[in-house]
């Protein structure tokens, strides 16, 4: 099997590429910014989810899962991932870990291998409520997103973020329209916009290949 990039996409990568090399947006928070707004609708598209939360890091979005599915502090998860670092990490959100609970949420860790059947792998949790991706092993840098049918979910884990989609139109309106999904302690959990341009392609990329 051969990957290449088809000659429709030929001019999104291009033009992704230019933009990012020329215009230097590595951590941008302007109005215009437009690589997450790209992974985003790429990640709606071949998972069928409605609602994406991106952030830079695998524990983030572990964060943003765990607060989206309302575990909080003190309440129990089960276990998921096999990681001391992992374990270590739920215990400082205050979460305990319980084997003989389901979790609400299943982890892919994506890499280059598994990027040309991301859509099948996708369909295969399709009854999933909630998918958390880790797309670090692709080597572009810390990224992951969290995947869901529930906008609840999807609004939890936004307000998580400093300088998520939430803050951003506050930041411009200057009030905050969003009141059904209050905010509390936020993180710096942004994705930068250049990574988020290179998974965008990967995945672009992997979706045409040859037999």
Known sequence: MTNCISRENYFQVAFVLTRVLNTGV????????????????????????????????????????????NLVYGEQIGVFDDDDSIHKFIRWLGLIENANLEV??????????????????FTSYSDAGTIIVDFTSLNFGPCAAVLTNDESVYNRGERLKIFGAFDLRTMWTQKDEYTDSESGVQFNYRLSPLVAACVKLAIIRGQVHEK
């Open 26 to 69: 590595i951590m941008s928070i302007e109005r215009n910014e437009q690589e997450l707004k790209g992974l985003q609708k790429v990640l709606k598209r071949v998972s069928g989810r409605n609602f994406v939360n991106l952030y830079n890091s695998y524990t983030g979005a572990i964060h943003g899962a765990a607060v989206g599915n």
């Open 104 to 121: 609400p949420f299943v982890v892919v860790k994506m890499d280059w291998n598994q990027i040309s059947t991301i859509e099948d792998i």
